[in-house]
């Protein structure tokens, strides 16, 4: 569906930065308000275009909507719509912009664009959360719906995998995730010293889960290949693989399946995902140069 | 270490590892294992000791560690419960090439090896049933290692 606002899809809509919290040396969270009209409220698993005027475009996960949340003695726009919080990593010319955009600046938005997880329609199962690195962003809507509306839900499990323990998203949140129900479970692939957690491939920890295979959803975001041997995993318990959705990304360019750069075989991921039930992916993840 | 009791065939048959495993094997099995509890940072075994037990995680997590010269004891891989813990003592010479400590408290299966081994030699039938089951292990923990090589999390620049 094309998000609709006053001056088309493809005009960015004004957002201005109320707080910005660097997650890791390369990972910052920052936190908009409509500075006028906002942008439909995203459902998780959604993103956006998020504008840096005179830089460029880039796609980044939304890793909250919620109220606002005062920070640093910043005022509401009004209330003119729910806060984002869009979680982004440093790594092109764009990105390192949007990181580097600070509280009080304005950003453009374009969006909300792509498949949501589908939460809606795992009420009544278990869930199980798998995300690495910055996987992590697109399913912490995921995690706070759901321990907000707890009952709705079975058990809630969490995986998390990493490269350092120093490269961790939302740790201050981990443990009130945790309080209200959740299994969290984190794992690295580099300890460094003083780090008690897991240490290995996120894989090692389906074992762990507590789940009902026959009555789970699964949603999973991280690289591709963690991704399938993730989900490979979940079925070597019992899952079926129609309860299993992955988060596939490409170059998502404008957003509205119109310019073809995101396209993956016969999908353009920016309209008909990011979000893909596992078994329409992995037959696309798994072509090569594709 | 406490030893607790004795365990059943039943009981292994609720383990992952165990599953579709004939009664009469999970029965000899169980009749050379114990069920024991170790508190957070007890050492399973030492890097180099000799090898003659293994033991199926039931709770917990162990970390399995190498003496790294100015690095002390680096952690390669943690178990979480379900897991299955020592191979060593499956294959000459029966020493460990890694240590394992408890990383949190643990419950656990402890399995005689050599009784195991000498099972194993009576009953050719579940030498391979339980080789098999190992040889599954070994291949989940090589794939996850050699992933973790490939350092998926990298950032693109450190790649290039």
């Known amino acids: 569906m094309t998000p609709a606002t006053a001056h088309g899809p493809m005009a960015p809509v004004p957002y201005r930065v109320t707080d910005r919290h660097a997650e890791t040396a390369d990972t910052v969270t920052l936190a908009l308000e409509p500075v006028e009209a906002a942008v439909p409220e995203p459902v998780p698993g959604q993103f956006t275009m998020m504008y840096v005027f005179g830089i460029g475009e880039a796609p980044i996960s939304v890793s909250r909507v919620g109220p606002f949340r005062a920070v640093r003695g910043s005022r509401p726009a009004r209330g003119r719509g729910p806060v984002l919080e869009q979680t982004v990593r440093a790594v092109g010319a764009v990105t390192r912009a949007v990181c580097g955009t600070r509280p009080g600046r304005v950003v453009g938005l374009r969006g909300p664009f792509g498949t949501g997880w589908g939460l809606d329609e795992a009420r009544g199962c278990d869930l199980v959360l798998a995300a690495g690195g910055i996987g992590l962003a697109p399913l912490r809507p995921v995690v706070l719906r759901a321990l907000s509306d707890r009952s709705a839900f079975g058990r809630i499990s969490v995986l998390i995998g990493a490269r350092t323990p120093d490269d961790l998203l939302f740790t201050s949140e981990l443990d009130t995730w945790r309080a209200k129900g959740a299994q969290v479970e984190v794992t690295v692939d580099r300890p460094t010293p003083g780090w008690a957690g897991h240490v290995g491939l996120i894989t090692a920890l389906a074992g762990s889960v507590e789940v009902d295979p026959a009555r789970a959803a699964a949603f999973i975001c991280g690289p591709e290949v963690m991704m399938r041997l993730t989900a490979e995993a979940l079925i070597g318990l019992g899952m079926c693989p129609a309860d299993i959705r992955l988060s596939l990304e490409r170059n998502m360019h404008c957003g509205l399946g119109w310019c073809g750069h995101c396209q993956l075989g016969p999908l353009l991921l920016c309209r008909d995902g990011p979000v893909l039930p596992y078994e329409r992916a992995v037959p696309l993840m798994t072509v090569r140069e594709l | ?160």
Request: charged letters at 25%; hydrophobic letters at 50%.
């Open chain 2, 1 to 160: 270490m406490e030893e607790t009791n004795s365990v059943t065939a039943g009981a292994l048959a609720e383990e992952r590892f165990f599953a579709g495993m004939p009664e009469p094997h999970r029965a000899a099995l169980a009749a050379i294992a114990v069920v024991v509890a170790a508190p957070a940072g007890h050492r399973f075994f030492e890097e180099g000791d000799q090898a003659q037990r293994f033991w199926l995680l039931r709770s917990g997590k162990v970390a399995l560690d190498l003496q790294v010269p100015g690095r002390g004891a680096v952690v390669v891989e943690t178990l979480p419960a379900s897991s299955m813990l020592g191979w060593s003592w499956l294959f000459p010479p029966h020493r460990w090439r890694f240590g394992a400590v408890a990383a949190a408290p643990v419950t656990a299966f402890r399995f005689d090896g050599r009784g195991v081994r000498e099972l194993c030699a009576a009953d050719l039938r579940l030498g391979h049933d339980l080789l098999l089951r190992f040889g599954a292990v070994m291949l989940d923990r090589l794939e996850a290692t050699r992933v973790r090589m490939l350092d998926l999390y990298a950032h693109p620049e450190e790649l290039r």
